[in-house]
C-alpha cells in the first residue's frame, strides 16, 4: 500500500508492504525500514524501526494528519483536489477518487486511446468495488496510481487529453 501526503509542501509518500512475519517493510523517501506496530491502552501505537522504539499518536482533520513521535509534531497533507471527476470539454480532464480507497488494478497505459465509458481504474473502498471509467473518448495523458496504491477522496487517479 502506498500512501501520498505533502509535508512542507513538498510530496511524501510511505509504502507499506506487509511481511510472512506479521511486520512490515516501509520505504520514505530512500530510506527502508523493518516496522513492527503495537497498539497502546491510550490510542497511541509502540512502533519498533529497526532497532528504534518510539511512540506515535495520530489525528486527521479534513484534509490534514497529525502525527505526535516521540514529542516531535507533524503535519502531512493529502495532496490537494484538482479537475473534476467527470468530462471536461471533449472528455479531458483529470480524473479523481471519488472516496478513500486502495487501487485494486490499473487497466491502461500512459499514451492509450480509451472510448467514453472504458474502465481506466478499479479502486476497491469500504468493501466495495469502484469502477473509474472514462467520461469520454481521448488518450491517457498521465497516471498518477499504481496497483497497490491507497488514494484519498479527491485525489488525482489520471488525466485523459
Not at 509534531?73 to 472528455?91: C, F, M
Not at 481504474?121 to 491507497?150: C, F, T, Y
Request: glycine letters at 14%; hydrophobic letters at 40%; aromatic letters at 6%.
Amino acid at each position: 500500500m502506498i500512501f501520498h501526503y505533502q509535508y512542507d509542501g513538498q510530496p511524501a509518500g510511505v509504502r507499506l508492504e506487509r511481511q510472512p512475519d506479521g511486520s512490515y517493510r516501509a520505504t520514505i523517501g530512500d530510506r527502508v525500514y523493518s516496522v513492527r506496530a503495537q497498539p497502546l491502552n491510550d490510542g497511541g501505537w509502540l512502533l519498533a524501526l529497526d532497532d528504534r522504539r518510539v511512540v506515535v499518536y495520530g489525528a486527521a482533520a479534513g484534509g490534514a494528519r497529525f502525527l505526535s513521535l516521540d514529542g516531535l509534531d507533524y503535519t502531512l497533507a493529502v495532496p490537494e483536489k484538482r479537475g473534476a471527476s467527470r468530462k471536461r470539454a471533449a472528455g479531458g480532464g483529470d480524473l479523481t477518487a471519488q472516496m478513500p480507497g486502495q487501487v485494486m488494478a490499473v487497466l491502461v497505459d500512459e499514451g492509450q486511446t480509451v472510448e467514453r465509458g472504458q474502465t481506466l481504474v478499479v479502486l476497491e473502498a469500504m468493501k466495495m468495488e469502484i469502477r473509474v471509467s472514462a467520461p469520454g473518448n481521448g488518450r491517457v495523458k498521465s497516471l498518477l496510481v499504481r496497483q497497490g496504491d491507497v488514494v484519498e477522496r479527491g485525489q488525482r487517479l489520471l488525466e485523459i487529453e
